[in-house]
């Protein structure tokens, strides 16, 4: 099993930035494609972003695309996301997960919750007017 510490949330206003990270414990995630994940109070949690264990293929939710971008450092075992011109849809706690599968067992990138094995606690994301 895979623990995974998000950090990096904060508020900003709109049209800032924000950087989070996923520092991953207990095994290395290597293999493990990896995604973040978002939910705002009252509503389901959605797909944000994800990347592939070797970072050369990326994956994002129509609503960040051109504004976040997900990258990796396996030597660090941690995953970053890098949200730039944040706005208040944005707010939410972002969570980080890792793929139930590693490669080669799983070669597609998965998006849904459902695919993802471990998850960490959350880091808060609020954007304000």
């Known amino acids: 099993q895979v623990q995974l510490a998000e950090s990096g949330g904060g508020s900003v206003q709109a049209g800032g930035s924000l950087r989070l990270s996923c520092a991953a414990s207990g095994r290395t995630i290597s293999y493990y494609a990896m995604g973040w994940f978002r939910q705002a109070p009252g509503e389901e949690r959605e797909f944000v972003a994800a990347i592939r264990w070797s970072g050369s293929s990326t994956y994002y939710a129509n609503s960040v695309k051109g504004r976040f971008t997900i990258s990796r450092d396996n030597s660090k075992n941690t995953v970053y996301l890098q949200m730039n011109s944040l706005k208040p849809e944005d707010t939410a706690t972002y969570y980080c997960?890792?793929?139930?599968?590693?490669?080669?067992?799983?070669?597609?990138?998965?998006?849904?919750?459902?695919?993802?094995?471990?998850w960490g606690q959350g880091t808060q994301v609020t954007v304000s007017s």
């Open positions: 997960a890792a793929d139930r599968f590693t490669y080669p067992t799983r070669t597609v990138v998965p998006t849904r919750p459902g695919d993802f094995g471990s």
